[in-house]
């Protein structure tokens, strides 16, 4: 995480020799150390919030293990890779936004809702591209893994948009330091994956099982949607 108060030393090369008078130790009052221990509950919740949706995705695996056949198994292991082929690009556009937007807060002060629409605007075409590209590629793909139809990899061409997009918003509010509202988005996809699935194997359709992973990366991103407009 970028920390956009710091210079990291380079303004000290312009600075003259400091004074050698003698300093006092300043003592810090009991609110001071209050404020000082409310700025960690903010990245705290965040690092609690990864964790709990790590957990919530042990789960996931553990309880598709006892359920699904194994062609099942495949085909959701499947997309779980591309899933994670995904995250290099989504993961590292988070970081760049949320160094960024860190940067113009440290600037201005001020959250930039302007720098953010234009960098969603920008990320469009290169989405749609990709998603054209599945699109007449799936049935390729269908062949190659040798998946009777190719339904599941035409219900999961919306994921790389919503991943993008979902990386965004989640990298700009983190930016801001709102780490619980960028948690909460991290928490309510694995949650719902685990839901989805849970649901869907409980009421015997088990050949949709696919379908939790494109509609939990649907609520994370709309999750991180509905905090960036709080």
Known sequence: HYWERTRHGLHLRAATKTSTRPQTKITQTQPQAIWALGKYIEPATLIAFGVTANILNLVYNIYLTHTLN??????????????????????????TVTN??????????????YFLN??????LPFALSFTVLWIVASSFLAKTFRVESSLPFWFFTPVLFLSLYGSELSGW???????????ISLVAEAASKLLITFALINLGVTSLVYTSIPLSVAVGALTAWMGVSF
Not at 101 to 110: I, M
Not at 173 to 183: D, E, I, V
């Open 70 to 95: 194994l062609a099942q198994f495949g085909l959701i292991s499947f997309f779980g890779s591309v899933l994670m082929l995904i995250g290099v690009v989504t993961q590292a556009m988070s970081s």
């Open 100 to 113: 960024r937007t860190a940067y113009r807060l440290g600037q201005t002060g001020e959250s930039s809702h």
């Open 118 to 123: 234009v960098l969603l605007k920008r990320t």
């Open 173 to 183: 509010l983190s930016g801001l330091h709102k780490f619980t509202l960028a948690g």
